[in-house]
């Protein structure tokens, strides 16, 4: 087989495409794809609706949730992160949202540090990354699925020292930490 030239920069197209699953939460599909080599193959595609994470930060303190994740088996600490399942017009109010959910806090100011592709060799979701500072108290208001969740509160260098130790190894928290630290340097 000849290899297909892609001037769109594309180096694999898709033949055909069919959902597979779906529940509340994701869509998996199975794509047969062209690879521009000439060979075939397929790809399977987990599909989310767009997330946000927060770095909630007060006088050197970060919050953070715990609480257990099913696909690793264990219980992990991380930044509050999460998302609607639906449509996302306005990633601030879903920040504002997750974080009110998840710890109880509202924030006074969210800067918004960037947005990153959550595990892109094989799932299709945006994670909206804010700074959430100016933090006061409110009621907390998890969902279901967060009913063991637990509002941790840390000084940065406790925080720090768990992601270098390897406690805590969420991509999404260090990525988010990385691009904070990255915002506040060039804040001079």
């Known amino acids: 087989m000849k290899p297909v030239n892609h001037g769109d920069g594309h180096s694999i197209s898709t033949l055909s495409s069919r959902e597979v699953y779906r529940n509340r ?12 080599n ?55 109010e879903l920040a504002r949202g997750e974080l009110k959910e998840e710890t109880g806090l509202h924030a006074a100011k969210m800067t918004h540090l960037g947005t990153l592709w959550i595990a892109y060799g094989f799932t299709r979701q945006k994670q909206h990354v804010f700074l959430a500072t100016g933090l006061t108290a409110q009621e907390s208001d998890p969902d279901d699925e967060e009913h063991d969740l ?18 805590i190894r969420d991509a999404s928290t260090l990525a988010a930490w990385g691009l904070y630290q990255m915002w506040k340097t060039r804040q001079g």
């Open 150 to 167: 637990v509002v941790r509160r840390v000084p940065v260098e406790e925080f720090e020292q768990r992601m270098l130790d390897g406690t």
């Open 25 to 36: 939460w994701m869509r998996l599909r199975e794509d047969e794809i062209l690879r521009s």
């Open 38 to 92: 000439g060979q075939r193959g397929i790809y399977g595609v987990v599909e989310k609706d767009e997330a946000a994470i927060i770095v909630p930060i007060h006088e050197g303190h970060v919050w953070l949730v715990e609480q257990f994740r099913y696909t690793i088996q264990e219980r992990a600490l991380e930044l509050p992160q999460g998302g609607w399942e639906m449509d996302v017009e306005n990633p601030e």
